[in-house]
């Protein structure tokens, strides 16, 4: 089964500071089927982006994706109080989808 | 607006059973695959479960296999997750989640209902 993997475990930053979190796949997997996640304390998740690098419907132009063989990075371009979460990685492969362990951002 | 409403959570003993449902609306469910993805008491995200938008593919997670099943009423916009045979590391959120196909995402979430596996 393919594992993902992600980077850090946590993330303090300053509000208008740029935060990079990675996600990184035991095997190749297409970029086509590789997604995050925003999950704030007490709420579902919220998908954020698909196909890597796709925003969902209403996320702000701050949310990037971009890949770089295994290795799949979730930017924030200045963040914002309200960023303050838990962001997950899934992927889907041979009728398996799989979420990497999450990363947190805390912000200052 | 989407909307998807899980209820059926609660507290049973080990080995024991639970159906839980999920009610949709605002989309055209009959068009979507749907999920279940739960969520251990401070914990990461896990799939537990997958049905075809009209009910005839179903795939679980190895750690429900044989245990838990999905299903779906497309008359009715609702789907169900029976649960037999709980363990306590079954305790979680269990949320419901449609995922229209193209990139095998989940969508679209509902707030989860909390099933209490405990003696």
């Known amino acids: 089964d393919i594992v993902l993997t992600q980077s850090p475990g946590t993330l303090t930053l300053s509000p208008g500071e740029r935060a990079a979190l990675s996600c990184r796949a035991s095997?190749?997997?297409?970029?086509?089927?590789l997604a995050w996640y925003q999950q704030k304390p007490g709420q579902a998740p919220r998908l954020l982006l698909y196909?890597?690098?796709i925003r969902a419907t209403g996320i702000p132009e701050r949310f990037s994706g971009s890949e770089s063989g295994t290795d799949f990075t979730l930017t924030i371009s200045r963040v914002e109080p309200e960023d303050s979460a838990v962001y997950y990685c899934?992927?889907?492969?041979?009728?398996?989808?799989?979420f990497g362990q999450g990363t947190k951002v805390e912000i200052k | 607006q989407v909307q998807l409403v899980e209820s059926g959570g609660g507290v049973v003993q080990p080995g024991g059973s639970l159906r839980l449902s999920c009610a949709a609306s605002?989309?055209?469910?009959?068009?979507?695959?749907m999920h279940w993805v739960r969520q251990a008491p401070g914990k990461g995200l896990e799939w537990v479960a997958f049905?075809?938008?009209?009910?005839?593919?179903?795939y679980y997670a190895d750690s429900v296999k044989g245990r838990l099943t999905i299903s779906r009423d497309n008359s009715k916009n609702t789907m169900f997750l029976q649960m037999n045979s709980l363990r306590a590391e079954d305790t979680a959120v269990y949320y419901c989640?449609?995922?229209?196909?193209?990139?095998?995402?989940?969508?679209?979430w509902g707030q989860g209902t909390l099933v209490t596996v405990s003696s």
């Open positions: 989640a449609a995922d229209y196909g193209d990139y095998h995402v989940f969508d679209y």
């Open positions: 605002g989309f055209t469910f009959s068009s979507f695959g």
């Open positions: 049905i075809g938008y009209d009910g005839n593919n179903e």
């Open positions: 095997q190749d997997i297409s970029s086509t089927f």
């Open positions: 196909g890597a690098s």
């Open positions: 899934q992927q889907y492969y041979s009728i398996l989808w799989t």
